[in-house]
């Protein structure tokens, strides 16, 4: 690497709009090579329907690993090349290509520093690749329980004191892992966590899933890099531009040996991994530093015009910088729109549906009482009046049908969404749940039993509950409502939820 200083600036514009993969890509693709190796498609040679819809370009740079465009598993060329432009670009010490988004990223850098028997310090709104990593690693989680809206109904972020007092609680914590953004926006103040978990030797973890475009604008959150985590594990492909599964592990620490780091990836790591995916990174990574300002700026403006006119809609209101006065929340992404629709008397898994159904909206996610729509660098201002008028509409006709809609929903909810904030008891470590000689009782039979599977509604796949834990009334409750709601439910091995997997007496 040439020199890479966490705290430069981005280094020099004209560098970071070269694209070293991306161009190689397309020099490559446009030799007239016979091709004898993998893919078998020779580029656009061999299955017509494909040229047809990704078009021949497409086809023609999905190509193998070789000398001269480098092994992703062994840099040394032109991925290597890339890779530290986007480690500059993100402040980092070094950057790696995940092609299996983020999930793979969170396995990887909890894997490559997790023992086990370990503890984990973590919030318990971490996604499921979190608590995944832990059965692969067979660390121990200690859960902190993340500060809780009971009016939005979701999870918040992390308050600098319950991280410290569980600290104190637990002086063997070997990491701490974290959310830089929740799903919804919410950031916590991550540089002083970062400060008091190091003079702990304790390391931070970040999992910025939602947060690959924040380095790029000064009025959104800062980055995990910038604030001095250890490593973070970055979906490119969610806010940053690149194809779907296209993301990156983040390294900036004395403590976690590079080389080392790569070895885990490539346990994890397809030996295939894709140039389509790696490329995109390469491009997304150029476009958000050369063009990233004006667009994110476009973008925030868009959001904060949609937020104005949304809260003009009977039912409807959208709630960015107002959680900045929540505890555990410092910063707040406002480019994330989580527009609560209790007041409509329906849930938000409703307003998700008819969105798509009847006007051709897809937003982000719908849960029990709000929607989350994404405004990114691609998000037009027809896509966002289109929005507006939707929700106006919807706002309308549901209006008129009130007395017969879910009108007990808000009374149900503020029962059941109290469970959010029971932090589980965790009886045995999650690798071992996951391992043990497992049973299937039905719900009601499985009270106090020690759940061996993971169960959730996706997205935003958080686990409800996750193997290890104690199955209590209020979890199936809390589950049964989700299925009433007609939640998308998954990761249990009984689709229809009437059983669920324990761990056998
Ligand atoms: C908070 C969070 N972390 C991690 C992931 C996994 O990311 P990916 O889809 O890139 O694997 C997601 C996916 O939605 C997520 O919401």
Do not use: W
């Amino acid at each position: 690497m040439k020199g890479i200083n966490v705290n430069l600036q981005f280094e020099s514009i004209s560098q970071q709009e070269q694209t070293p993969l991306l161009q190689s890509l397309i020099e490559y693709s446009n030799r007239d090579i016979a091709c004898f190796d993998v893919p078998g498609h020779v580029r656009n040679q061999g299955v017509e329907i494909l040229n047809y819809f990704f078009g021949e370009s497409v086809m023609r740079i999905d190509i193998n690993s070789s000398p001269y465009m480098d092994n992703v598993s062994n840099p040394c060329g032109v991925i290597k090349e890339a890779q530290e432009l986007l480690a500059k670009a993100y402040k980092a010490d070094r950057a790696f290509f995940i092609t299996n988004g983020t999930t793979q990223g969170i396995h990887a850098m909890m894997l490559s520093v997790i023992n086990e028997g370990d503890k984990v310090l973590l919030p318990r709104n971490v996604h499921k690749s979190a608590i995944n990593a832990l059965i692969f690693s067979g660390g121990v989680p200690v859960y902190i329980q993340p500060e809780y809206d009971d009016d939005l109904g979701i999870s918040l972020n992390l308050s600098v004191e319950c991280v410290r007092k569980s600290l104190e609680e637990n002086e063997d914590v070997k990491v701490l892992f974290l959310l830089n953004p929740t799903y919804y926006g919410a950031c916590t103040d991550l540089k002083e966590i970062v400060k008091i978990c190091h003079e702990r030797n304790v390391l931070v973890l970040v999992d910025e899933a939602h947060g690959a475009h924040f380095p790029f604008y000064d009025k959104l959150p800062p980055s995990a890099m910038e604030c001095g985590a250890d490593m973070s594990a970055v979906s490119i492909h969610k806010t940053g531009g690149a194809l779907t599964q296209a993301s990156a592990l983040l390294l900036n620490s004395k403590n976690i040996e590079g080389d080392k780091l790569l070895q885990t990836i490539n346990m994890l790591q397809s030996t295939s991994a894709s140039y389509l995916l790696m490329a995109s990174i390469d491009g997304a990574r150029s476009n958000l530093v050369t063009k990233g300002e004006v667009k994110l700026s476009k973008a925030l403006n868009l959001a904060r015009y949609a937020k104005a006119k949304i809260n003009k809609i009977p039912g409807m209101r959208v709630v960015s910088d107002e959680l900045l006065h929540k505890t555990g929340v410092y910063f707040v992404d406002e480019t994330k729109l989580c527009i609560n629709v209790k007041g409509l008397g329906i849930s938000g898994y409703k307003v998700y549906e008819l969105l798509y159904k009847d006007f051709s909206v897809q937003v982000e996610l719908g849960d029990m009482y709000n929607i989350l729509a994404l405004v990114s660098i691609g998000t037009t201002k027809e896509d966002i009046d289109k929005l507006i008028k939707s929700l106006s509409v919807i706002s309308k006709s549901e209006a008129l049908g009130h007395e017969n809609k879910d009108l007990n929903l808000s009374k149900d909810l503020s029962n059941n969404m109290s469970i959010r904030q029971i932090t589980p008891i965790v009886a045995i470590s999650p690798r071992n749940a996951f391992y043990s000689k497992k049973e299937e009782v039905t719900l009601d039979k499985s009270i106090g039993r020690i759940c061996a599977e993971c169960i959730m509604a996706y997205p935003p796949g958080i686990p409800i509950i996750s193997p290890g834990e104690v199955i209590t009334k209020e979890i199936l409750d809390y589950i049964k409502l989700l299925k009433q709601n007609n939640a998308y439910m998954t990761d249990m091995k009984d689709k229809d939820l009437k059983n669920i997997l324990v761990v056998k007496k």
